[in-house]
């Protein structure tokens, strides 16, 4: 097929090119950008937008959100008989593009911040400051049962005799129990 003729390419990402000469490729690459390579789109459509005399210029489109955009494109195709050769083997083309981030994908990120930020703003956004105010409430609530129930001193009650019928002396009735094992026989 004459390369120049190709009004039109639809790609797919995790297809592989057709090849003859060489080793089959991803028809869609990323090679990074402001916005990384996390939303590689499903399908992306180039479109011959004419012949610079050199090579032929694409305009490529995918469905991808208002904050991501193609930067640098390069549609390449292998040649039928040799590198340069103007004929191509149908299927061959992949396309080589960066993902950039628009203004309004710029905004967002710049209005995240740190992680976690985004969740507060939608929150702050919707007007519902109480229902924060709340979650902290109930997070120092339970942060002081804990305190309460793990970390803090049990004074024991006072002993004044045992079943035994030995009186302790003040120091051990002030301390924990004694390690497993301990006969109280020995002290």
Known sequence: VLLREV?????????YTTSRRTAAVPQLQCTGGTAGCSRVPEVVQCYNKGW????????????LENTYRFGQIEVS???YDYPDDPYILRG?????????????????????GSFGSGYYQSRKDSSDSGAGAIVVIV??????????????????????????????????????PPPPGFKSSFT
């Not at 610079?52 to 469905?63: E, L, P, R, T």
Request: glycine share 8%; hydrophobic share 30%; proline share 4%.
């Open 7 to 15: 009004q039109a390419l639809t790609l797919h990402r995790g297809q």
């Open 52 to 63: 610079d005399g050199y090579d032929v210029q694409w305009q490529c489109k995918a469905d």
């Open 77 to 79: 195709c292998e040649g």
């Open 92 to 112: 061959s083309c992949s396309l080589l593009f960066r993902l950039e981030l628009t203004d309004e994908g710029e905004r967002k990120v710049k209005n995240s």
């Open 139 to 176: 997070l120092l609530v339970l942060a002081f049962g804990v305190y309460k129930f793990f970390l803090s001193n049990q004074q024991p009650q006072p002993s004044f005799g045992d079943s035994d019928g030995f009186t302790r002396p003040s120091w051990q009735s002030q301390q924990a």
